[in-house]
């Protein structure tokens, strides 16, 4: 191959002699000009994954993730209307139950006649998640009544309560709610398209009662 050769470069044809004239203007230039050939490139902004050597972009990114209620999560808003205590927290997170959370539960939603606490069954606090994601997170759900001790069941029915010998009170598997603002027929339509269990309308007392046993109204 001689000086005459041509090459392609750019879709333009050039001479070797003329390419290498031109190099070596530009190489003349830059002795001339200290620095010149050592203008910065453009930095790539680092990732987190150049930080964190060995870790994943997405596994960073989910590691720095602001603490909160987290991508999964159940939330309750509960006040008792005769204790006057309240729970507004997840009691389900990321896949599991909080601990602290259905302990809160149990305690709240206790025998407050005999200060008897019970567990509740996840089942009845699913139910009651349910309704409050039909009437939103802010509006909560008033316990009227929840775990009864035999004893308190018992009063109850002889003083003509209409309480069943059974209920379902009795294991933890019962609650009698009101929400401010919505009508006991509102929660009662609600409750029935769930077909999850019990519900009773009871329009004189101003509350609904929902449970977990056998699917039935009245």
């Known amino acids: 191959m001689d000086d005459r050769t041509e090459v392609e470069q750019d879709g333009h044809s050039v001479s070797r002699r003329g390419f ?7 190489t003349a230039v830059a002795s001339l000009v200290p620095g010149a050939l050592a203008a910065p490139l ?64 149990n305690r709240m939603m206790r025998d407050h006649r005999a200060n008897q606490t019970h567990k509740i069954d996840p089942k009845l606090i699913e139910l009651m998640h349910a309704i409050q994601m039909r ?17 308190t069941n ?3 029915r002889e003083a003509g309560y209409g309480v069943a010998e059974n209920s379902y009170h009795l294991q933890g598997k019962a609650v009698d709610i009101r929400v401010p603002g919505y009508r006991v027929s509102q929660l009662s339509k609600m409750a029935k398209g769930m077909r999850l269990g019990g519900v009773g309308t009871y329009g004189s007392g101003n509350f609904l009662h929902i ?4 699917v039935r109204y009245w």
């Open 20 to 26: 290498l004239g031109a190099f070596a203007a530009f």
């Open 42 to 105: 453009p930095m790539r902004k680092p990732s987190l994954a150049d930080q964190l050597p060995g870790r994943k972009p997405e596994l960073t990114q989910a590691s720095m993730r602001a603490p909160g209620l987290g991508r999964r999560a159940k939330l309750l808003n509960l006040y008792n209307v005769h204790t006057g205590e309240r729970i507004r927290a997840p009691f389900w997170q990321d896949g599991r139950y909080v601990p602290e959370t259905m302990r809160a539960i």
């Open 135 to 151: 009437i939103g997170a802010q509006k909560p759900l008033e316990i009227v009544s929840a775990y009864r001790s035999p004893h």
């Open 154 to 156: 018992e009063m109850l």
């Open 211 to 214: 449970d977990t046993g056998p």
